[in-house]
């Protein structure tokens, strides 16, 4: 497999992440859990997930649908493409130093997801990483 189809993978699989933020507030019961919080608290976290969920796709729809440009060496790309690993290597980081082991521990499901996402997020900073390799040669 060559590293445009991997970045186009990945950009699938950001977009599907993306598209799937709209689905996590049903999952984890926010409305509920949201309640205890100021209005304010409640909109910021709103809003939030919801730029988190279009960055992912727009991050997704960019690998996915201009992958040459991307690759291509220009400085356009080594500074977006520098910023794109820095991204994915402090949301690996975040996986084990910002979730607490307490959190998956114990509950099958959310092992699993766990160590997805952790494998996720390693296979997304490879791939940019070489693709950020690739337009500095």
Avoid at 3 to 27: E, T
């Amino acid at each position: 497999m060559t590293l445009h189809l991997h970045i186009q993978i990945v950009g699938a699989l950001l977009l599907s992440l993306g598209i799937a933020h709209s689905l996590f507030s049903r999952y984890f019961g926010w409305k509920k859990e949201l309640l205890s919080l100021s209005l304010l608290t409640h909109r910021i976290f709103l809003v939030h997930n919801f730029f988190i969920a279009l960055i992912l796709a727009m991050l997704g729809i960019c690998s996915l649908f201009y992958t040459d440009a991307l690759l291509d060496p220009t400085p356009l790309s080594r500074v977006l493409l520098s910023g794109i690993v820095a991204l994915w290597l402090f949301r690996l980081a975040i996986q084990f130093l910002v979730y607490d082991a307490a959190i998956w521990r114990g509950r099958p499901f959310y092992t699993f997801m766990h160590v997805a996402f952790s494998l996720f997020w390693v296979y997304v900073a490879i791939a940019y990483s070489l693709a950020l390799r690739q337009v500095w040669v």
